[in-house]
C-alpha cells in the first residue's frame, strides 16, 4: 500500500488516480502524519455470467431445474408485441 500526504494527492491527482487504477492498489492518504482515508479501486467488471458460473455445480438437480424454468418464464413474459406496449403520454 502506497502512502502519501493529501497535498501530494491534491498536487498530482491525475497521476494519483492513474496509478490507482493501473497498479490496482490501495492508496493511503496521511495529513499531519495521522491516516485521514484511503483511496482503493473499484472491483473488477463482473458479468451475470461469471457471477453466476459457478452456481450449477452448488445447486442440486431439483433446484437448477426450478431456477431455469423461472428464469425462462420471466423472459418469456417480459417479451411483448409493440401493439400491446402502452403509450406513456397517452392520458
Known amino acids: 500500500m502506497k502512502t502519501l500526504s493529501v497535498?501530494?494527492?491534491a498536487r498530482n491527482f491525475s497521476a494519483v488516480i492513474d496509478r490507482l487504477e493501473r497498479r490496482r492498489e490501495e492508496i493511503l492518504l496521511v495529513r499531519n502524519r495521522r491516516h485521514v482515508a484511503r483511496l482503493v479501486p473499484e472491483p473488477p467488471h463482473q458479468d451475470a455470467l461469471s457471477v453466476f458460473g459457478d452456481l450449477y455445480r452448488t445447486l442440486d438437480d431439483e433446484t437448477a431445474d426450478a431456477l431455469?424454468?423461472?428464469l425462462k418464464s420471466a423472459r418469456t413474459r417480459r417479451r411483448g408485441r409493440v401493439s400491446e406496449l402502452r403509450n406513456p403520454w397517452a392520458g
Do not use: E, F, L, Q
Request: hydrophobic share 50%; charged share 15%.
Open 7 to 9: 497535498t501530494d494527492v
Open 68 to 70: 431455469s424454468a423461472a
